[in-house]
């Protein structure tokens, strides 16, 4: 499985920035999926999850800031971050039931 994570970027503070996964894996619309981000010198961290039916959960940290969706027509994650803050800079990794990992694509949050 491949997972091609996109849409990073540096962001003002406040700013907003949609993260992207695409695969072309068969088995999307049936995983559940994942979005963690790795700040430097932290431990990685589960920012949000969807299962296969749509059920989202949130770290607390981006509750009501972040939203988790997917397109299983597009086989595709995405992670909309707005107000962002630079508490939110980090690499964001998407995987996919906890076992496969995309690439990681950097968000940068800094005026």
């Known amino acids: 499985v491949q997972l091609q994570a996109s849409g990073g970027g540096l962001v003002q503070p406040g700013g907003s920035l949609r993260l992207s996964c695409a695969t072309s894996a068969a088995i999307f619309s049936r995983a559940d999926m994942y979005w963690y981000r790795r700040a430097p010198g932290q431990e990685r961290e589960l920012v949000a999850s969807?299962?296969?039916?749509?059920?989202?959960n949130y770290a607390d940290s981006v509750k009501g800031r972040f939203t988790i969706s997917r397109d299983n027509t597009r086989k595709t994650l995405y992670l909309q971050m707005n107000s962002l803050n630079p508490d939110d800079t980090a690499v964001y990794y998407c995987?996919?039931?906890?076992?496969?990992w995309g690439q990681g694509t950097q968000v940068t949050v800094s005026s």
């Open positions: 969807i299962s296969s039916g749509g059920r989202t």
């Open positions: 995987n996919m039931w906890q076992s496969y």
